[in-house]
T-cell receptor
Framework: KQEVTQIPAALSVPEGENLVLNCSFT??????LQWFRQDPGKGLTSLLL?????REQTSGRLNASLDKSSGRSTLYIAASQPGDSATYLC???????????????FGKGTKLTVNP | SAVISQKPSRDICQRGTSLTIQCQVD?????MFWYRQQPGQSLTLIAT?????????ESGFVIDKFPISRPNLTFSTLTVSNMSPEDSSIYLC????????????FGPGTRLLVL
């Protein structure tokens, strides 16, 4: 059974710092991995999706990497801003033995606070 | 991308009552899902809403407690029945992907507090 772990659970940094959020998963048989942002009491906003054949994806100040063989992904945030404060969720989409896809499996998230 | 709206955005309900949450998508989608996020926890899939047939429920969730409708390819409802304080959560509607390489999108959520 696929399990997703995110470390750290919470992170507080001063504005301007570059930071890395970590995600690990137990089964490397995945179709893709997706990073989401969730503001308090709100829904999820998709940030980046990495296909299993890709090593990384970039969007603005965000860069996500994927090492499928070791079951790890990182989300790098450059020059952090107070507006980046949110919970960041990692989710993997496993594939099953019949070659189809399974439903997303989520980590518990990393709560990021960027202090002015 | 898909734009998803949910109603209500939040509600406070009394124990023993029921609440129906609506999910509207701006385009036709095959896959629609309902998730629950309890305080301080990650997302748990409740069920997949199938158009024209009964929903498919995950382990630990039953139709009597969480009846779901999916009358067409752009709309679904989730009812939380006979509520208790343990049902206090954010309920999220989600759509996609139609192909495995696509992004899955989420609605803004419905924040429910049961007293």
């Amino acid at each position: 059974k696929q399990e997703v772990t995110q470390i750290p659970a919470a992170l507080s940094v001063p504005e301007g710092e570059n930071l890395v959020l970590n995600c690990s998963f137990t089964d490397s048989a995945i179709y893709n991995l997706q990073w989401f942002r969730q503001d308090p009491g709100k829904g999820l906003t998709s940030l980046l999706l990495i296909q299993s054949s890709q090593r990384e994806q970039t969007s603005g100040r965000l860069n996500a990497s994927l090492d499928k063989s070791s079951g790890r992904s990182t989300l790098y945030i450059a020059a952090s801003q107070p507006g980046d404060s949110a919970t960041y969720l990692c989710a993997v989409r496993p594939h099953n033995l019949r070659g189809g896809s399974e439903k997303l499996v989520f980590g518990k998230g990393t709560k990021l606070t960027v202090n002015p | 991308s898909a734009v998803i709206s949910q109603k209500p955005s939040r509600d406070i309900c009394q124990r023993g009552t029921s609440l129906t949450i609506q999910c509207q998508v701006d385009s036709q989608v095959t896959m629609m899902f309902w998730y629950r996020q309890q305080p301080g926890q990650s997302l748990t899939l409740i069920a997949t809403a199938n158009q024209g047939s009964e929903a498919t429920y995950e382990s630990g969730f039953v139709i009597d407690k969480f009846p779901i409708s999916r009358p067409n390819l752009t709309f679904s409802t989730l009812t939380v029945s006979n509520m208790s304080p343990e049902d206090s959560s954010i309920y999220l509607c989600s759509v996609g992907p139609d192909r495995v390489q696509e992004t899955q999108y989420f609605g803004p959520g419905t924040r429910l507090l049961v007293l």
